[in-house]
T-cell receptor, first 113, second 115 residues
Framework: ETGVTQTPRHLVMGMTNKKSLKCEQH?????MYWYKQSAKKPLELMFV???????ENNSVPSRFSPECPNSSHLFLHLHTLQPEDSALYLC????????????FGPGTRLTVL | TQLLEQSPQFLSIQEGENLTVYCNSS?????LQWYRQEPGEGPVLLVT?????EVKKLKRLTFQFGDARKDSSLHITAAQPGDTGLYLC???????????????FGKGTKLSVIP
C-alpha cells in the first residue's frame, strides 16, 4: 500500500451505533488530520495529531473521539451520531515543515440514519 | 480568521476552451496549495507556490501566486474532460497564531468539461 489509506470507504450507521474509521499513512509523515467535508461547505478541520499528540481540536462534539496509537495510524471513533453528521470524512498526513503539504486519503462516505 | 474566497463557484465549459479560476484573501500566506478532487475521492495535491509572483506550470495548468501572497490563480489551457473535478486552494500560515498547523481551504470551484 502506498500513500494514505482509509477504511471503510462507505459506512451506514444508525444513531445508536458505535463505529470506527481507520486511517493509515505509508509516507513516514509526523502529522495526521481528520477533516469533514459536507456539501456546500469548505473542508472542516476536526483534529490534528503531531507526533501522536493531539494539537488541535476544532470544537468538535464529543460524539467524535480520535485516537492516534502511533504516527502511522489514526482512528475516529463514532457514537450516537446525528443525521447531520453524514458527510465525507477525510484523513490526511503531512511532514510538518515550511509548506505543510497535506496528502489525503480517499475518504469514508458516512451516512447516519 | 483567515478566509479564502474561490471564484467562480461553478464552471461548465466545452472541451478545448481555456479557463481561469481565482483564489483570493485579505490575509497573507507563506504558501498556497492547489488540489483537485474527483467525486468520491480525496483531494490530490497539484502544486505548492511559495514565492510572491511565482508561476508554476504543470502541463496545461498554470498556477500563479500573487506578489503580495494573498491571492492565486489557476489557468487551464485547452481543457479536457479529464480536467473535470473540484479545484481547491488552501493557504498555509505558520505564524497565524491560532491553529498553526492548519491549512485554510476555500470552498472550491467545481469544473465540468463537456466533450
Amino acid at each position: 500500500e502506498t500513500g494514505v489509506t482509509q477504511t471503510p470507504r462507505h459506512l451506514v450507521m444508525g444513531m445508536t451505533n458505535k463505529k470506527s474509521l481507520k486511517c493509515e499513512q505509508h509516507l513516514g509523515h509526523n502529522a495526521m488530520y481528520w477533516y469533514k467535508q459536507s456539501a456546500k461547505k469548505p473542508l472542516e478541520l476536526m483534529f490534528v495529531y503531531n507526533f501522536k499528540e493531539q494539537t488541535e481540536n476544532n470544537s468538535v462534539p464529543s460524539r467524535f473521539s480520535p485516537e492516534c496509537p502511533n504516527s502511522s495510524h489514526l482512528f475516529l471513533h463514532l457514537h450516537t451520531l446525528q443525521p447531520e453528521d453524514s458527510a465525507l470524512y477525510l484523513c490526511a498526513s503531512s511532514q510538518l515543515m515550511a509548506d505543510n503539504e497535506q496528502f489525503f486519503g480517499p475518504g469514508t462516505r458516512l451516512t447516519v440514519l | 480568521t483567515q478566509l479564502l474566497e474561490q471564484s467562480p463557484q461553478f464552471l461548465s465549459i466545452q472541451e478545448g476552451e481555456n479557463l481561469t479560476v481565482y483564489c483570493n484573501s485579505s490575509s497573507v500566506f507563506s504558501s498556497l496549495q492547489w488540489y483537485r478532487q474527483e467525486p468520491g475521492e480525496g483531494p490530490v495535491l497539484l502544486v505548492t507556490v511559495v514565492t510572491g509572483g511565482e508561476v508554476k506550470k504543470l502541463k496545461r495548468l498554470t498556477f500563479q501566486f500573487g506578489d503580495a501572497r494573498k491571492d492565486s490563480s489557476l489557468h487551464i489551457t485547452a481543457a479536457q474532460p479529464g480536467d473535470t473535478g473540484l479545484y481547491l486552494c488552501a493557504g498555509f500560515n505558520p505564524y497565524s497564531g491560532a491553529g498553526s498547523y492548519q491549512l485554510t481551504f476555500g470552498k472550491g470551484t467545481k469544473l465540468s468539461v463537456i466533450p
